[in-house]
């Protein structure tokens, strides 16, 4: 079995907290070797990019120095840290400048770079490493009575690079889960320009909601912290602006694998923490 | 060898319609002809049919803007057979898939006074992200990720207006950092005005004094970490 850090300091952590329960108690019920990355740096969200490149890369370079150093590779459960440890790896080994700039830097901290370390996804450790098989026997509660809005966003062309999407659709074939088709897969959650206009966020968050809930989803499957903060912590205020009710339901695919293979305790999986309730069991 | 599309057509015309409607057209045509070959044949089953022609002629293609001399095979890759074509705004046409432009050409405006006349042709080439972006639709005088991406090729190309153009996107109600990204949403692919409107950010955030109390708040977030 490989060794792994479970990279879970996401973004805005008092938003996302019911992701990060729900991918600790997955990780223990699968007896994955993937301890807390205790000592990383807090994901930023690749927004941070368009500010300060630089200082985004040596973030990341941090994190996967030290990761690296104790012969571990990093498991993200959510795209946004996802695709900022990958993205950072992938543009520092493909950019010799750019390499040497880093690793002055993080000498600073009396690191040396280190980027022989693997960015792996929760999908695609759960393929490659649990396997459908034994997902399947863990099967309890299948989920085809219900069907789900797939929500991507518009960083799932980042994310595509470097895992494949089709991973999350095998997974959801597993637990038997049908999607909903709609328009706003791949559109933005809005979060990206937040802190530059909180009324366009929520106002591009709640037509993708709208949208989901037009088209009879049971609930909101997101992959990206990011989606969960506007969708879950902010869905009153994007009912404001829409004019309407939502009412619609968000999950993590950790806290959709619980559910299926299970688990019924809404404060094991987090759910007692999310915004909008879950009245799925 | 043809394929055969089935096509979902939008259909308006400002001067006679009230609502827009969607005709339904099942095409064989060979698919290393280009959009622009398409449309035409549309136009041989249906003669009030219009559509854009010349360079620039775009439109959106299952939700993607394109310019249309595009292969049709590359969409049958990308979107399949079945395919919905509309007018890169359906919000500004006068006649089917022709749009009036004219809020486009009004933001090169903004920044006509720092680059050449000539320049204008580029940011022609990037109507296709100024339509895309659906943060036009929501927000009003909206500068559009065609100005993003034409500013920071023209900050290079005079780089003694640098400072005056990134003044201009830096603007903090209707500026570059108000873009949200739009890969998807272009075909064949967009990242590379992707990189350069984080670059152009970048470039912003190095400019001081501050463009704005917007651009200053960012400033702050980078010195606490």
Do not use: W
Not at chain 1, 146 to 153: D, I, K, M, P, V
Request: aromatic share 10%; charged share 25%.
């Amino acid at each position: 079995m490989k060794h792994y850090f479970l990279f879970d300091t996401l973004i805005q952590r008092e938003k996302t907290a019911p992701m990060i329960t729900a991918a600790r108690k997955l990780i223990e019920l699968l007896n994955l070797d993937a301890p807390s990355f205790k000592a990383a740096k807090a994901d930023l969200g690749n927004e941070f990019m368009g500010l300060d490149k630089l200082k985004f890369l040596e973030h990341y370079a941090y994190n996967l120095t030290l990761a690296a150093d104790e012969k571990r590779d990093i498991l993200c459960f959510e795209q946004s840290s996802f695709i900022c440890h990958a993205q950072t790896k992938d543009l520092l080994l493909n950019d010799a400048n750019l390499k040497f700039e880093i690793a002055q830097r993080l000498e600073k901290h009396n690191l040396s770079l280190n980027l022989d370390v693997n960015v792996v996804s929760l999908e695609q450790l759960l393929l490659e490493e649990i396997g459908t098989e034994k997902l399947a026997s863990l099967l309890k509660n299948p989920f085809g009575n219900f069907q789900t809005a797939l929500f991507l966003g518009s960083n799932a062309c980042r994310a595509r690079k470097y895992r494949k999407e089709a991973f999350l659709t095998q997974i959801l074939d597993v637990i038997k889960l049908k999607q909903v088709k709609h328009e706003s897969t791949y559109e933005s959650d809005g979060f990206e320009v937040y802190d530059a206009s909180s009324l366009l966020a929520k106002k591009l968050s709640a037509k993708v909601m709208l949208d989901m809930f037009d088209n009879a989803a049971d609930f909101v499957l997101v992959s990206d912290a990011r989606s969960f903060i506007m969708f879950d912590f902010y869905q009153k205020e994007l009912e404001k602006i829409a004019g309407r009710e939502i009412g619609l339901s968000v999950l993590s695919l950790a806290e959709l694998l619980l559910l299926a293979f299970g688990e019924t305790n809404k404060k094991a999986i987090g759910l007692d923490q999310h915004k909008v309730t879950i009245t799925l069991i | 060898m043809e394929c055969k599309l089935a096509l979902s057509v939008f259909r308006f015309d400002a001067k006679t319609d009230f609502l827009p409607y969607y005709k339904k057209h099942f095409i064989t045509i060979d698919p290393s002809l280009s959009v622009n070959d398409l449309l035409a044949k549309i136009k041989t089953e249906d003669s009030s049919f219009d559509y854009p022609k010349g360079e620039l002629a775009a439109l959106k293609i299952n939700g993607k803007a394109l310019f249309s001399n595009v292969s049709i095979d590359g969409i049958i890759n990308s979107c399949g057979k079945s395919l919905t074509l509309e007018p890169l705004s359906t919000k500004r046409v006068t006649k089917d898939m022709i749009i009036n432009t004219d809020d486009f050409y009004e933001r090169f405006d903004l920044l006509d006074a720092y680059v050449d006349g000539k320049d204008r042709a580029l940011y022609e080439h990037y109507m296709i992200y100024h339509y895309a972006s659906s943060v036009l639709d929501l927000l009003e005088n909206y500068q559009g990720d065609a100005l993003f991406a034409f500013a920071y090729d023209m900050i290079h190309k005079h780089p003694e207006q640098k400072r005056e153009i990134l003044e201009v996107v830096a603007n903090e109600n209707t500026g570059v950092f108000l873009h949200v990204k739009l890969c998807k949403k272009i075909y064949p692919c967009g990242a590379d005005v992707e990189k350069k409107i984080t670059e152009l950010k970048n470039e912003v955030m190095k400019h001081r004094p501050f463009a704005n109390p917007l651009v200053e708040k960012f400033s702050h977030h980078i010195d606490l970490l």
